[in-house]
């Protein structure tokens, strides 16, 4: 059985950081690309950034290029999120997810297979 649990979000002042981690059991870990998803109220989930199997390819959407750094431990079956220089327009549910498809430069929910329940990060003005 498959268990995707996320951790470390929460309140935050806007220009702080948190680090959201995600560990991943009942499957291979680096056979799978992994992303980090996130869902503000009355908006459609969408990829905030993708990893593929090894690490070595990323993917980040422009809302989140120069703040946020996605990595994996793939002997820890941990993938990572360092969030800085957060904005109250990153306050959402986080999602992590794992697929078996690498994206090659896109990073949307419907290629991942496995999710987590969401951990909540809010940003405060």
């Known amino acids: 059985q498959v268990q995707v649990v996320e951790s470390g979000g929460g309140l935050v002042q806007a220009g702080g950081s948190l680090r959201l981690s995600c560990t991943a059991s009942?499957?291979?870990?680096?056979?799978?690309?992994m992303g980090w998803f996130r869902q503000a109220p009355g908006k459609e989930r969408e990829g905030v950034s993708c990893i593929s199997w090894s690490g070595g390819s990323t993917y980040y959407a422009d809302a989140a290029k120069g703040r946020f750094t996605i990595y994996r431990d793939n002997a820890k079956n941990t993938l990572y999120l360092q969030m800085n220089s957060l904005k109250p327009e990153d306050t959402a549910m986080y999602y992590c997810a794992a697929g078996a498809v690498w994206g090659w430069g896109t990073c949307f929910p419907y290629q991942y297979k496995y999710w987590g329940q969401g951990t909540q990060v809010t940003v405060s003005s």
């Open positions: 009942g499957l291979t870990f680096d056979d799978y690309a």
